[in-house]
């Protein structure tokens, strides 16, 4: 098993910044991808920004490309998400996720470790 616990997160004002972060812990050989999802109530788990663990190549929804920024802590299995720019729609329950696959899936159906979610308020 994998376990995620993720921080940070809050209420900030738009076009303030927040970061969250996620360390992965148990059976971490199992991990080849972590993500970070974001759902509102009533909708779907949204994809939002994906890393390929061994090479680190990182992929971005058009909804957050040029505002978040994944990084990667290589000494464990943490991510950190630095979200700038930040709009009152970003607000919303974010998880973050890991998967064994060897690609960055898009699908949340394809992850099978999540955390327990954080919440964003982006106040207008």
């Known amino acids: 098993q994998v376990q995620l616990v993720e921080s940070g997160g809050g209420l900030v004002q738009a076009g303030g910044s927040l970061r969250l972060s996620c360390t992965a812990s148990?059976?971490?050989?199992?991990?080849?991808?972590m993500g970070w999802f974001r759902q509102a109530p009533g909708k779907e788990r949204e994809f939002v920004v994906g890393?390929?663990?061994?090479?680190?190549?990182?992929y971005y929804s058009d909804s957050v490309k040029g505002r978040f920024t994944l990084s990667r802590d290589n000494a464990g299995y943490t991510v950190y998400l630095q979200m700038n720019t930040l709009k009152p729609e970003d607000t919303t329950m974010y998880y973050c996720?890991?998967?064994?696959?060897?690609?960055?899936?898009?699908?949340?159906?394809?992850?099978?470790?999540w955390g327990q979610g954080t919440q964003i308020t982006i106040s207008s």
């Open positions: 996720a890991a998967a064994r696959s060897l690609y960055v899936p898009e699908k949340a159906s394809e992850y099978g470790y």
């Open positions: 148990g059976r971490t050989s199992r991990t080849n991808a």
């Open positions: 890393m390929r663990w061994n090479t680190g190549a990182t």
